[in-house]
Every structure is written in C-alpha cells, then in structure tokens.
C-alpha cells in the first residue's frame, strides 16, 4: 500500500508541480480570462440587461418574434453554406492540379491566388461594383456585345455576394488541401490503379476519401469567413441581409442606436457558430485517421487537350480572382471626381489620400501589424508548448479558449472590447492599445493551431538531451525547441498578419482618427463617396499585401503556405 500510496502522490506532484511554465500557463490563462472571456460576458450582460439595469429576454423575443431580424442569421447561414459549396467545387480541383501536375508558372499562379485572399474583406466587393456594377465598364462592354441581354448583369444580391465570395475564399481550400494532396502516398495511388481505379473515379475512391479530415477543417474556415464577413454584403448586398450588417446597423447606425440589440444579435451569432464548429469537430472525429509518410506523388506533365484545359482553368480562374486587385490599382492612377472616374491619369488621388490620413493610416497599420504579430507569435510558441508538452488541466483549458476567436465574429469582440474597457480602471477604449488587443486576439489561432500542429511532430528525444548535458529548461525551449519550430510558426504567422492588415469587422467598432488603418481609410472613402482616394489606399493596402506574401516565400524558400 505505501508503495502505491508514494507513486499516487508522485504522479500528484508531476501534475500539479510549480515551475516556470505554471507562471507562464497562469499568466496566459488571465490574459483570456480578461481580453476574451470578460468582453464575452460583457456582451451577454449587454443583451439580457434593459436600460434601468433590469434583467430582460426582451432584445431576444424582439430578434426571434420579427423576420425582419430573425432572416439575417438564416441569411447568414444559407450565404455561408453556399460560398462553401462553391469553394469546395473551385478550389478542390484548383489544388489537384496544382500538386499533381508540373505547371509552368505554378509561383505566379500560387501567389495571384493567395493574394486575391489576403487582400482586404470589401475591396474584391468594391472592385466588382466598378467593374460589373450598374454602371461598371464590364456591364457597358456586355450590353453593347449582347443588346438583347441589357439589364441581366446584376452583381447586387445574394448571388453576387456569393460570386464574389467565392472568387476571394477559393483559395483558402487550396492551400490547405495542398498539403493534404502532398501527404497522400505515392505507393496508395500505384496500387488503385493496378485495381483498376483510375482517373475520376481514383480521384473519389482514393484521394477525396483520404483527405475528407482536411476538406472538413478548410469547409469551416470557408464558412466562419464567410458567417462573419462585414464588407461585402454590405457594399452589394442590398436587399440581402446578413447579422454582421445588422449588427453594425444597431451598434452604429446613423439614424439610431440600439446596444443592447446589437449586443444580442452578436450572442445569438456567438452560438449559432460555436454550433457549426462542434458539428464539425464531430464530423471530423468520425473520419479521424492517421497516414504514416510515403513517396510524395510525382507530379505530371499536361498534354494534349486536357492540359490545355488544364491551364486554361489554373490560369483562368487565378486572373478572374486577382482581377479585381489588378483594376483597383489601375483605377488609383485615373482622374476622378467624387464617384466618377475621367479621361486621363494622374497621382491626384493619391495626394488627395495624402490629406485623408494617408500617413498615418500606413503608420497604424504596420506599427499594430508588427506589434500584434509579435504579440501572437510570443503566445502561440508558448501555448503550443504547454499544450502539448505539459498537458493538464489549465492548459487545456487555454487550448479550448485560443479557439473561440476563430469561431467568434469581429463585430461581437470589438463590442465585447467597447463595453469592458470603457470606463476605469482600464480606460482603453479609442486607443491604439485596444486596437492591438483586439488583433491579436482576432488573428492568433492560425499561428497556434499551425505552431501546435508543428511541435506535434517534433521528437522530445533533442529536448531530452539538451536537458541531460545541463541545460535548463527554459534555455532548452528557447534554444532546441522554439527554433525546430520555426517552420510552422512562419505559416501561421504570415496568415495572422495579413488578416491583421486587412481587419475590418472589429477595427470598424474600435477604430477613430487616431487609429485609422489603410483597410478602414478606404471603407470611409468609399462610404462617402470619394471613389478615387478609395482605390488610392485600397491599392497601396493590395501592394502592402503583395510584399508580405513575397517576403515571406522568399524567406522560407517555399512554393506554398502549409498548414
């Protein structure tokens, strides 16, 4: 008995030993417990609570006895599901391609691609309404080919929000099916087709089946981007009504204000996608398998007729992506009045930019972007260590919490933010403190999920033997582990940093002059109708973009971002 009773109190002491890393583990756990979970209790207090301080159901028997409010979610909803399907349907063949043939220019198709995604959430919106828009230069070129079809482009509605969804989020599926793809062995696919399996139906047989865990995690970030995107349904989608829009509409509405509505509307959000997202995680589990490294497939040459095609696809579709960046650039350089673009080109619009905060706008959006990333690369290499290396319940705890932000709309957290840190002690509201807080909070799980997935796969035998020949343990992390971490770290981080760039559902709550960013410049411009200074800032935060996404291959020496 006393040698069972000393080995329970050992196992005891190792799960409940204090050390360094439970400094560390309690100390993130309140940064949570107070930048997350608070401003969540703050927006559920919101919601239930009238304006004497009286407890009420009333904001959410007003959302749910009224379509008017109640059809935003299922908008919501039906809109998320939709642009799912399609980028499902685009960018599943898309990343085929891509890793089973030897394209010519496959760089330049990866980065167009990229880019198109990583751009600002309403500029591909923008950029469609000049184009295809009422009065855009593709719907007059149309009408004159096809006079008898005048009126029938329509980019407005639910079917251009979809469209234009789609073309922008495709190539999320890409880069993570790329890595699926890449993991598949070679030896799998020989022996399919010695069975006979070959062309279509090896692709369903063999590759989709092996690949169903990755196609359910990118359908969920296809869906969550899509559930919380502000922008575009509100630049085209007119009659069509989503919660983010409405949300906006209560919280800031110039022709009323109803916080307490808002802040319902953003709970009822809050569950609608943590409900998705468990759905997804069991479905998930119910195809959760493991591959053991192989032969990576070898890549093919496309020949005849179906190469063409082939290219004509890959190609196609990367040019009608990055189409609407490439037209706002050429815009940003033509004369312009208001919301009419002239004959001529000039730089005026950018001096006019120069005199709507241009400056300061540049200055924000780096200095919060490299204080942000740094801030979420810090965290992610510490969580991702506790949780896989000293697995408990605080840390566990902590996993669970780094993910409610991936399933949690801007909006809801840039209210959250505004309602706690209103008032003193902590006074941070229309600083650029809370601006910070808000991205890193926002943009962290893509460098924790990609940090985490990375040590997953690191041998404890190196830190092992650091530790045997002296070294302590946080010179062991610091030296051994974080560095053999790096390549996971530099993914996720280079996907944190351009969502921060490009954040627009909270910075719209958060934002003031003080705090402007390029993303936020635009979509004041272009609300007030000043369509020129709009491509102006919209360019300069398109080549921001195309700069990250280049230094970022050119550091790592990578063909593709892996998640």
């Given at each position: ?6 080995t ?5 002491t ?7 890393w439970t400094?560390?583990s309690?100390?993130?756990?309140a ?5 997350l979970?608070?401003?969540l209790w ?13 407890f ?9 006895a009224?379509n008017?409010?109640f ?16 980028c ?8 085929y ?18 880019l ?11 950029a469609?309404i ?23 482009v329509?980019?407005y509605?639910?079917a251009?929000v ?6 922008k ?18 030896s ?17 047989d063999v590759i ?14 296809v869906?969550?981007?899509?559930f919380a995107d ?23 509405g ?5 916080h ?13 996608t943590a ?11 119910k195809?959760?398998f493991?591959?053991?490294?192989g032969r990576?497939p ?12 082939i290219y ?7 040019a ?20 009419r ?12 930019a ?8 540049i ?17 992610a ?6 949780v ?6 605080v ?10 932000p991936y399933i ?5 957290l ?18 650029a ?15 924790i999920r990609?940090?985490t ?9 190196m830190e092992?033997a650091?530790?045997s ?25 280079i ?26 410049s ?8 000043s369509?020129?200074i709009?491509?102006a ?15 970022y ?8 971002i892996k998640?």
């Amino acid at each position: 008995m006393s040698i069972l009773a000393s080995t329970s109190a050992q196992k005891r002491t190792k799960f409940f030993r204090f050390d360094v890393w439970t400094l560390i583990s309690l100390a993130i756990l309140a940064i949570f417990l107070l930048f997350l979970v608070y401003p969540l209790w703050g927006v559920l207090k919101e919601s239930v609570v009238d304006g004497e301080g009286q407890f009420t159901l009333s904001y959410f028997q007003q959302f749910f006895a009224k379509n008017y409010y109640f059809g935003t979610i299922i908008n919501s909803v039906y809109l998320s599901v939709a642009v799912t399907v399609f980028c499902l349907l685009v960018g599943v063949p898309f990343s085929y391609f891509y890793t089973f043939y030897r394209l010519r220019g496959a760089r330049a198709l990866f980065v167009g691609a990229v880019l198109s995604v990583m751009s600002a959430p309403f500029i591909g919106a923008y950029a469609w309404i000049l184009l295809l828009g009422r009065n855009g230069i593709g719907t007059r070129a149309i009408e004159f080919l096809f006079p008898w079809g005048a009126g029938s482009v329509n980019i407005y509605g639910f079917a251009g929000v979809v469209f234009v969804l789609t073309l922008k989020m495709f190539p999320l599926v890409s880069v993570y099916m790329n890595g699926a793809f890449r993991s598949i062995d070679a030896s799998l696919l020989e022996a399919a087709e010695q069975m006979g399996s070959t062309g279509i139906r090896r692709i369903w047989d063999v590759i989709v089946k092996l690949t169903i865990p990755t196609l359910l995690a990118a359908s969920l970030l296809v869906f969550m981007r899509a559930f919380a995107d502000f922008g575009t349904p509100l630049l085209i989608g007119e009659g069509f009504r989503t919660f983010t829009v409405e949300i906006y509409k209560q919280y800031l509405g110039e022709t009323g204000q109803n916080h307490n509505f808002a802040a319902a509307i953003g709970v009822i959000g809050v569950v609608v996608t943590a409900a998705i997202f468990l759905i997804q995680k069991y479905a998930a589990t119910k195809f959760s398998f493991s591959i053991k490294p192989g032969r990576i497939p070898e890549k093919r040459t496309p020949k005849g007729i179906s190469g063409v095609l082939i290219y004509v696809y890959m190609y196609g579709l990367t040019a009608f992506a990055f189409l609407p960046q490439l037209y706002v650039v050429y815009l940003s350089f033509k004369n312009s009045t208001g919301s009419r673009f002239l004959p001529g080109f000039s730089l005026d619009s950018y001096k006019a930019a120069a005199g709507k905060l241009l400056g300061r706008s540049i200055w924000n959006t780096l200095s919060f972007g490299f204080i942000s990333l740094a801030i979420i690369i810090v965290l992610a290499v510490l969580i991702a260590y506790l949780v896989v290396r000293r697995s408990n319940v605080v840390n566990s705890s902590i996993d669970t919490l780094s993910m409610i932000p991936y399933i949690m709309p801007g909006a809801v957290l840039g209210i959250g933010l505004v309602i706690t840190f209103n008032q003193a002690p902590l006074a941070l509201t229309g600083t650029a403190a809370i601006m910070i807080i808000a991205l890193v909070v926002r943009r962290m799980p893509y460098t924790i999920r990609s940090a985490t997935a990375t040590l997953m796969h690191i041998p404890m035998s190196m830190e092992e033997a650091a530790r045997s020949l002296g070294a302590s343990k946080i010179k062991t992390f610091v030296k051994i582990t974080t560095p053999m971490m790096s390549a996971g770290i530099a993914s996720g981080a280079i996907l944190s940093f351009v969502a921060i760039v490009t954040e627009m559902s909270a910075a719209i709550i958060l934002y003031n002059n003080r705090t402007i960013t390029l993303t936020m410049s635009a979509y004041v411009a272009i609300s007030r109708g000043s369509y020129g200074i709009a491509t102006a800032f919209s360019a300069i935060l398109t080549v921001l973009t195309a700069v990250i996404l280049l230094v970022y291959l050119r550091f790592t020496q990578e063909d593709n971002i892996k998640l």
